[in-house]
């Protein structure tokens, strides 16, 4: 329950809906009796009054009701009310114990899954596919070798030479490397120079440091190309699995500078050399 309450006179809480009861909702372990309740919203102080909430109930009661009866009048034979004091309602979710808009904003995300790397999404001029895509392929979610290892086909499609994981398909293969190479000398982008490369092992690492290292009025545009050849590597690598069709890296490379044309004409900002 997102709140607690301490009964006083009973007048603010709720019979059925509220946890005032040893810590429990009425309507909860009583759910049968709560059914058969002509008056579900009655407060515990009218309730109480000369037994009216037994009142409210239907006749005909089954085993269960009955069941359900008896267990809920024993544990109202120790409820004594305090007419001098009010009920307090504490809101769990605060340090203040008070119920605001923003503790009920921030409650919906209990338990999620952080997500640390925001600025490698939101900050690259991408169109959505393009994100979308990155996003999988930090989480390590694309279908790499996992799937493909059910027809025991697991090599990278680029290199035909290593196990195929995120990482190795969309950075470390040979094949992906020299794109890169290129890329950088294409946009005039220093941190995406094999140079500037340390040890790594997963996409994040590997983008977040070519974010860092980029001069900050260089960082979205460094982005945006992580994202248009990361998404294009990936579509090199579906179309020789599934159409059997490969692309010379000159004649991939011609693509990638197309699409970074059509880019900057929507307003990318991409610095481009085709040489």
Same mark, same amino acid.
């Given at each position: ?34 059914? &058969? ?10 309730? *109480? ?7 409210? *109930? ?14 809920? =009048?024993? *544990? ?12 307090? &309602?504490?809101?769990? #979710? ?37 994100? #979308?895509?990155?996003?999988? =392929?930090?989480?390590?979610? &694309?279908?790499? =070798?996992?799937? *493909? ?18 990482? @190795? ?10 794109v890169w190479d ?43 190309v992580m994202h ?23 004649? #991939? ?7 970074? @044309? ?14």
């Amino acid at each position: 329950m997102a709140t607690r309450i301490t009964l006083g006179d009973g007048a603010k809480a709720s019979f059925w809906n509220d946890a005032w009861l040893q810590g429990q909702c009425p309507k909860l372990f009583a759910p049968a009796l709560y059914n &058969i309740s002509m008056r579900k919203n009655r407060s515990v102080k009218e309730a *109480l009054a000369h037994d009216t909430w037994l009142m409210d *109930l239907r006749s005909g009661l089954t085993e269960q009701m009955t069941d359900e009866l008896t267990n809920l =009048a024993a *544990l109202l034979d120790d409820v004594q009310l305090q007419p001098d004091e009010h009920d307090s &309602i504490v809101w769990r #979710f605060s340090q203040k114990g008070s119920y605001s808009a923003r503790s009920a904003y921030i409650l919906q995300f209990e338990g999620a899954i952080k997500f640390d790397c925001h600025h490698l999404i939101w900050g690259a001029w991408a169109t959505g596919k393009c994100r #979308f895509f990155v996003w999988t =392929a930090i989480l390590s979610k &694309i279908l790499t =070798a996992d799937v *493909l290892l059910r027809s025991n086909n697991y090599f990278c499609p680029l290199c035909m030479r290593n196990l195929e994981t995120t990482y @190795h398909l969309l950075v470390d293969c040979p094949w992906s490397r020299l794109v890169w190479d290129a890329i950088a000398t294409m946009t005039k982008l220093p941190s995406l120079e094999l140079a500037t490369w340390n040890d790594s092992s997963d996409l994040k690492t590997w983008m977040n440091m070519r974010f860092r290292l980029a001069q900050a009025d260089n960082r979205k545009k460094v982005l945006t190309v992580m994202h248009l050849v990361l998404w294009e590597i990936w579509l090199e690598r579906n179309r020789r699995i599934f159409s059997l069709d490969s692309r010379q890296i000159n004649v #991939f490379l011609k693509k990638v500078a197309d699409e970074i @044309h059509h880019w900057n004409m929507a307003g990318a900002g991409i610095p481009f050399d085709p040489g």
